[in-house]
């Protein structure tokens, strides 16, 4: 089989990694469209600036409060349009995507380490992209998937010790990551030369996107750049040696997304080249790996808080598993509260926070006129804190997202892995995971609050809680603030 198959449209334009560049080619693109943005600051403000990257719900709900669901914010050298809201969020993901591109917004800065994979490409290599990797997604591939995802959180949540105080955060994240291996690139992560190498330079790389702004820019040796370059090096030498020992010997058994994307076709017959198969496994990890960790640590955080909802979940799962390890039937069709539950935490903090995308054409919204090339975000983390939308927006309440309820919500309300023909393609891959961690952890043990500890939420890559999140580990049936059994 040959190791590379013409594409049948043409490859995306290849974007600068030179940030001068791209700073001066905004600066342009911004003068082009003067007069055309819709209100909001456009003073320069470094404060502003830091606000958004670090805090930016009271700025974003303030700018909505005042001028409603689109306005503008100077941000660093540019301006920036935000669009919050049902309606807003609608008509970029659903109604009107033909005007925005992912690729030239600031999805752009995943290219160094993603390459071209689904999060950086548009039109029509996009869409022939998402159709050829849509069978690897189906149910029946989710099935054989579970048995990993169980498999790994049987190990971990034995490893834990009742009165340890544990970072969930990095329990989670470690786990994920084992399961990322496994499920998307078939491999062993305890095997040092490749799925250990593998996941410590993932990580490593991942590091980079977590750092402020004005540190990416920097370049040379001992920077975060250079960092991530190495160890990109390292990732690809790795994937594209499996993607060829795998060519070379192909495993019609192998259930894992690296070995299924080798073997899907598109309609036409063609096959991913080599290129195409590593950026697609590369972005699957980008975006399964931290979501999956951030969604069950703030499961876990608002649990401690809600002692009625963790007994309610409790009482679901002792009912429909009786101890039991969860299948996909049961999680799916039977235990609706813990559908419930994960709905209202991907609600208050969705991994995927922001939506950035940039405008192709003027278009018009709200009585707006957006100037093509302006950069425009939604955002679902604002969004879904708006008062009109979601009474009493900051408090934890799963009966909110009843099936009725949820029927009932406008278009666009609730946008955790956005919408449209672009909706997160392993969202139910990544949901899964959730429930079935969740479900394995509460069965044997619960996690409760450390005294005197509060929680901040950082914003990048994704949401996830400032310095992880340390939790007091107890057994289930151990009443709050009485002693655990010494392991």
Same mark, same amino acid.
């Given at each position: 089989?040959?190791?590379?198959?013409?594409? *049948?449209?043409a490859?995306?334009?290849?974007?600068?990694?030179?940030?001068?560049?791209?700073?001066?080619?905004d600066?342009?693109?911004?003068w082009?469209?003067?007069?055309k943005?819709?209100?909001?600051?456009g003073?320069?403000?470094?404060s502003?600036?830091?606000?958004?990257?670090?805090?930016?719900?009271?700025?974003?709900?303030s700018g909505?409060e005042?001028h409603?669901?689109?306005?503008?914010l100077?941000l660093?050298?540019?301006?920036?349009?935000f669009m919050?809201?049902?309606?807003?969020n609608?008509?970029?993901?659903v109604?009107?995507p033909?005007?925005?591109?992912?690729?030239?917004?600031?999805?752009?800065? /995943?290219?160094? /380490?993603?390459?071209?994979?689904?999060?950086?490409?548009d039109?029509?290599y996009?869409?022939?992209?998402?159709a050829?990797?849509?069978?690897?997604?189906?149910?029946?591939?989710?099935t054989?998937?579970i048995?990993?995802?169980?498999?790994?959180?049987?190990?971990?949540?034995?490893?834990l010790?009742?009165?340890?105080?544990?970072?969930? &955060?990095?329990?989670?994240?470690?786990?994920?990551?084992?399961?990322?291996m496994?499920?998307l690139?078939?491999?062993d992560?305890?095997?040092?030369?490749?799925?250990a190498?593998?996941?410590e330079?993932?990580?490593?790389?991942?590091?980079? &996107?977590?750092?402020?702004? *004005?540190?990416?820019?920097?370049r040379?040796?001992?920077?975060?750049?250079?960092?991530?370059?190495?160890?990109r090096?390292?990732?690809d030498?790795?994937?594209?040696g499996e993607?060829?020992?795998?060519?070379?010997?192909?495993?019609?058994?192998?259930?894992?997304?690296?070995?299924?994307?080798?073997g899907?076709?598109?309609?036409?017959?063609?096959?991913?080249?080599?290129?195409?198969?590593?950026?697609?496994?590369?972005?699957?990890?980008?975006?399964?790996?931290?979501?999956?960790?951030?969604?069950?640590?703030f499961?876990?955080?608002?649990?401690?808080?809600?002692?009625?909802?963790?007994?309610?979940?409790h009482?679901?799962?002792?009912?429909?598993?009786?101890?039991?390890?969860?299948?996909?039937d049961?999680?799916?069709?039977e235990?609706? &509260?813990?559908?419930?539950?994960?709905?209202?935490?991907?609600?208050l903090?969705?991994?995927?926070?922001?939506?950035p995308?940039?405008?192709?054409?003027d278009?018009?919204?709200?009585?707006y006129?957006?100037p093509r090339?302006?950069?425009?975000?939604?955002?679902?983390?604002?969004?879904?804190?708006?008062?009109?939308?979601?009474?009493?927006?900051?408090?934890?309440? *799963?009966?909110?997202?009843?099936?009725?309820?949820?029927?009932?919500?406008?278009?666009?309300? &609730?946008?955790?892995?956005?919408?449209g023909q672009?909706?997160?393609i392993?969202?139910?891959?990544g !949901?899964?995971?959730?429930?079935?961690?969740?479900?394995?952890?509460? !069965?044997k043990?619960?996690?409760?609050?450390?005294?005197?500890?509060?929680?901040?939420?950082? !914003?990048?890559?994704?949401?996830?809680?400032?310095?992880g999140l340390?939790m007091?580990?107890?057994?289930?049936?151990?009443? !709050?603030?009485?002693?655990?059994?010494?392991?």
């Amino acid at each position: 089989m040959p190791t590379e198959t013409t594409a *049948p449209v043409a490859r995306p334009p290849r974007m600068s990694d030179n940030p001068v560049r791209r700073i001066a080619a905004d600066i342009v693109a911004e003068w082009r469209g003067r007069g055309k943005f819709p209100p909001g600051p456009g003073d320069f403000s470094l404060s502003r600036t830091h606000q958004i990257a670090h805090d930016p719900l009271p700025i974003l709900l303030s700018g909505y409060e005042e001028h409603g669901p689109i306005f503008s914010l100077r941000l660093f050298h540019t301006r920036v349009v935000f669009m919050l809201g049902p309606e807003a969020n609608h008509f970029i993901t659903v109604a009107h995507p033909e005007n925005f591109h992912w690729r030239e917004s600031s999805f752009g800065d /995943l290219i160094p /380490l993603l390459g071209d994979g689904l999060l950086t490409i548009d039109d029509d290599y996009h869409d022939r992209a998402r159709a050829i990797m849509m069978p690897a997604f189906h149910r029946e591939q989710l099935t054989a998937m579970i048995e990993t995802m169980r498999a790994e959180a049987a190990e971990a949540v034995a490893a834990l010790r009742p009165g340890e105080a544990v970072d969930v &955060y990095g329990w989670m994240r470690s786990l994920a990551m084992r399961i990322a291996m496994r499920a998307l690139l078939g491999l062993d992560p305890d095997e040092a030369g490749k799925g250990a190498a593998a996941a410590e330079h993932f990580e490593r790389a991942l590091g980079f &996107y977590g750092i402020d702004y *004005p540190l990416r820019l920097l370049r040379g040796p001992g920077s975060p750049w250079r960092k991530l370059t190495s160890s990109r090096q390292v990732l690809d030498e790795i994937v594209f040696g499996e993607i060829a020992s795998r060519r070379a010997a192909p495993d019609p058994d192998s259930r894992d997304i690296l070995s299924l994307l080798l073997g899907a076709r598109g309609e036409a017959g063609e096959a991913f080249t080599d290129r195409e198969v590593r950026d697609q496994v590369m972005t699957l990890m980008f975006a399964g790996h931290d979501t999956s960790t951030s969604t069950l640590t703030f499961m876990m955080h608002e649990l401690a808080r809600h002692p009625d909802v963790l007994a309610r979940l409790h009482e679901e799962q002792d009912r429909v598993l009786a101890g039991a390890v969860p299948t996909l039937d049961r999680l799916e069709r039977e235990m609706p &509260y813990l559908e419930m539950v994960l709905d209202e935490v991907l609600r208050l903090y969705p991994p995927a926070w922001i939506g950035p995308r940039r405008a192709v054409r003027d278009f018009e919204f709200g009585g707006y006129t957006v100037p093509r090339d302006a950069y425009v975000n939604y955002c679902s983390w604002a969004s879904h804190r708006i008062p009109e939308v979601f009474p009493e927006p900051e408090a934890f309440i *799963p009966e909110r997202f009843t099936r009725e309820r949820k029927a009932a919500l406008p278009r666009g309300a &609730y946008v955790p892995f956005g919408g449209g023909q672009r909706v997160c393609i392993g969202k139910r891959f990544g !949901q899964t995971e959730v429930k079935v961690v969740a479900t394995m952890l509460l !069965q044997k043990l619960r996690l409760e609050a450390q005294p005197g500890r509060t929680m901040s939420v950082r !914003q990048m890559p994704t949401l996830s809680p400032k310095g992880g999140l340390k939790m007091r580990v107890r057994e289930r049936g151990t009443p !709050q603030g009485e002693p655990a059994r010494a392991a």
